[in-house]
């Protein structure tokens, strides 16, 4: 995978260091010709126009004066001539190469005044040259000019050198983009490596994985992102066994909650059946079947309502109720609950004090909550008192009973929790469904409910419903 990344990478880099020097070295070679040819052309011109308007104003010396002009441009290795209205040439009275003479293209040019001026042309005459024709206007017509001409070879071969540190530019950024390019292949595919191996640390159940992300690049925001989803995966993976022992801990005491019962209302009718039991423990019998028939039902009826709140299937149907009337019914339907740990049931709410929510589920909700604090509390009492706020209605149920473990205070509200069996000494309440449901009845109703509790000094729960 190195490699091939490696490759990858060199093959852009080349590619891309290819088509820039290439851009860059025609258009900067182009650049120095044209900058080369205009000075040459501007220095040529300035020359020439020069030498006209001195030829023009001191006829009388004119052969002297040429001749002087003749060394100065010899020694910048500038050659000129000067040719008349027919153009021929007047000057030097040399024979002069045939390259020098004005061709009939350029002498119509001319003819119109306009000066003349060549970058190189290496067919006329076997170099590199600038030529520079300028032509003496007399009435509107041609009446001579000059011509003047320049190698550019020195030039060139500047040009040509120039071009020559190119290259070896472009040689030391090929070799650095090779350097660069396995550097960062190795440097990547180490990264890669790291999240390879923590995928597959995690495919395989581990999720005690961290791929370093100290780097700030778009593979460090990766990084980031991977290893918080390693801890979702782990902090989930956590909470699926945690609910899975629960579950099955559940399913065990739902069965034994069943079993007895079951067993209870089997034994009890058999024996009624068969004539077994004293005609007069009969009655007696048929409450105990009657009791554990509703402790069953009850279990059911649990975990449907808690299923239906779970799918949003639970619809809930407000009115405002008299807190002291809800009060005086939960008092009444576990008074004999109270009663057999010896417990009493105080309420307290003003009369004309009253909370929009469903009938039912209030009733179900303070049902469940009383009934936690009878089991855990014996020779004692439970206090239901509901209490006007500005926003809400506060409704408080405390008892003086065994109390909550700290520990255990922020897992009574899951569903399979249920506490210490050891603390569990009575038939109801002790599913492990109840107060989970509370909480998302409480909730379903806008509201909020909160828990305090000291061990052996007893429980607190408020209930918080919006008035609007």
Same mark, same amino acid.
């Given at each position: ?42 220095? *040529? ?64 040019? *001319? ?14 005459? +076997?170099?590199? %040259? ?18 003047? *001409? ?66 700030? +690049?778009?593979? =460090?925001?990766?990084?980031? @992102? ?72 009850? *279990? !059911? ?61 209030? %009733?179900?909700?303070? !049902? ?11 020779? =004692? ?6 209490? @006007? ?56 109703? @806008? =509201? ?9 000094? =007893? ?10």
């Amino acid at each position: 995978m190195s490699n091939k990344y490696f490759y990858k990478l060199l093959s852009s880099h080349i590619m891309i260091l290819v088509l820039a020097f290439l851009l860059i070295g025609l258009l900067f070679s182009q650049f120095v010709k044209n900058y080369i040819f205009e000075n040459k052309v501007n220095e *040529l011109s300035e020359y020439g126009e020069q030498i006209l308007l001195d030829v023009t104003l001191k006829s009388n010396d004119t052969e002297e004066l040429l001749r002087k002009y003749s060394q100065l441009l010899d020694a910048r290795k500038i050659q000129y001539i000067l040719f008349d209205g027919n153009a021929d040439i007047i000057y030097p009275n040399v024979l002069m190469d045939p390259s020098l003479r004005i061709s009939q293209a350029e002498w119509k040019q *001319l003819s119109t005044g306009e000066s003349i001026s060549i970058m190189h042309d290496i067919k006329r005459f +076997d170099q590199e %040259v600038t030529l520079v024709a300028l032509p003496y206007m007399q009435g509107g017509k041609i009446s001579g000019g000059i011509l003047l *001409l320049s190698p550019i070879s020195s030039s060139m071969q500047m040009i040509g050198q120039l071009n020559k540190y190119l290259f070896y530019t472009i040689c030391i950024s090929f070799t650095a983009a090779i350097l660069l390019s396995w550097f960062s292949s190795i440097n990547l595919s180490n990264r890669i490596r790291a999240f390879r191996k923590a995928t597959s640390m995690i495919s395989s159940g581990n999720y005690n994985v961290n791929v370093p992300d100290n780097k700030k +690049d778009e593979l =460090g925001h990766l990084a980031r @992102d991977f290893n918080n989803m390693a801890n979702k995966l782990k902090e989930s993976n956590q909470e699926i066994e945690r609910l899975e022992n629960r579950r099955q801990k559940f399913l065990a005491d739902v069965s034994h909650e069943l079993r007895t019962p079951l067993t209870t209302i089997s034994g009890l009718a058999e024996g009624i059946k068969n004539e077994l039991i004293p005609e007069q423990e009969v009655e007696k019998g048929m409450t105990l079947i009657d009791r554990e028939a509703k402790r069953l039902i009850r *279990l !059911v009826n649990e975990n449907l309502d808690y299923e239906k709140i779970r799918s949003n299937q639970l619809h809930l149907y407000l009115i405002d109720i008299e807190v002291i009337e809800v009060f005086e019914v939960v008092s009444d339907q576990l008074l004999m609950q109270a009663e057999e740990k010896n417990n009493q049931i105080f309420i307290e709410a003003a009369d004309n004090l009253t909370v929009k929510a469903d009938y039912d589920r209030l %009733v179900q909700i303070l !049902v469940n909550i009383v009934k936690n604090s009878i089991q855990f509390t014996e020779n =004692g009492w439970v206090s239901l008192r509901a209490i @006007d706020q500005d926003e809400c209605i506060q409704i408080e149920i405390e008892d003086n009973g065994i109390g909550i473990d700290p520990k255990e205070v922020d897992w009574i509200w899951e569903r399979f929790y249920k506490a210490d069996s050891s603390r569990t000494n009575s038939y109801f309440g002790e599913f492990g469904i109840g107060l989970s449901i509370v909480k998302q009845l409480v909730e379903l109703h @806008d =509201g909020k409910i909160e828990v305090s509790s000291e061990p052996k000094k =007893g429980t607190t729960f408020r209930l918080f419903f919006p008035k609007k």
